[in-house]
């Protein structure tokens, strides 16, 4: 079966400062990759996801996550956050071995923007 | 477009009753996933409806069950509650469920079970 590994729980971040929240998945076939963020009290909202093509892909407000097949990573990263990015961030993968089209998430990384 | 619905958005039963959460797809959406989550286990998939059947489950009791209407709207239902059944469940729609499509999160039913 596949799983996804966010080593860290928790990332605190001062405002302005560039960010990486880190995302391993184990799989030995073809996967897809997403990024989720999950604000107080709401559902998931996809930040990025990677399909196939470009390794690096981004999203609108600034986010963007590089796939690394042989690292089987998909870290994502900002240069430069602001307070309002203060939320959970989920990294899931779906496909591969066992896995079929349901969604595989990680524990999931608390994002804390400080002034 | 309307996001994906779920209602209620907050329940509160005591052990042993069951419960019906409902999820209504954005419109044009035809496969409906459910998903689990709670502070231990994290998120964790329960089951997903196409075209009114369901086609794949996860690791879950068969307390857990769920069904899919012609509109592709969505319940869940939980017979005899249990405390470790409390937790934020969240509904997803997709346009054909294909493993590519994006799933797109309603804002869930917080489930407290006293």
């Known amino acids: 079966a596949q799983s996804v590994t966010q080593l860290d729980s928790q990332v605190p971040v001062f405002e302005e400062a560039p960010v990486e929240l880190r995302c391993n998945y184990s799989?030995?076939?073809?996967?897809?990759l997403f990024w989720y963020v999950q604000y107080p009290n709401q559902g998931l909202q996809l930040l990025l996801k990677?399909?196939?093509?470009?390794?690096l892909v981004e999203s609108i407000n600034g986010f963007e996550a590089e796939f690394n097949k042989s690292q089987t990573s998909f870290h994502l990263r900002k240069p430069s956050v602001h307070i309002s990015d203060t939320a959970e961030y989920f990294c899931a993968v779906s496909g591969g071995t066992g896995g079929g089209n349901k969604l595989t998430f990680g524990t999931g990384t608390q994002l804390k923007v400080e002034l | 477009k309307a996001g994906v619905t779920q209602t209620p958005r907050y329940l509160i039963k005591t052990r042993g009753q069951q419960v019906t959460l409902s999820c209504s797809p954005i419109s044009g959406h035809r496969s409906v996933s459910w998903y689990q989550q709670t502070p231990g286990q994290g998120l964790q998939f329960l089951f997903e409806?196409?075209?009114?059947?369901?086609?794949n489950k996860g690791n879950f009791p068969g307390r857990f069950s769920g069904r899919q209407f012609s509109n592709s709207r969505s319940e869940m239902n939980v017979s005899t509650l249990e405390l470790g059944d409390s937790a934020l469940y969240l509904c997803a729609s997709r346009v054909l469920g294909a493993v590519t499509d994006t799933q797109y999160f309603g804002p869930g039913t917080r489930l407290t079970v006293l």
């Open positions: 409806y196409f075209s009114e059947t369901q086609r």
């Open positions: 799989s030995s076939v073809s996967v897809y």
């Open positions: 990677y399909l196939s093509g470009s390794t």
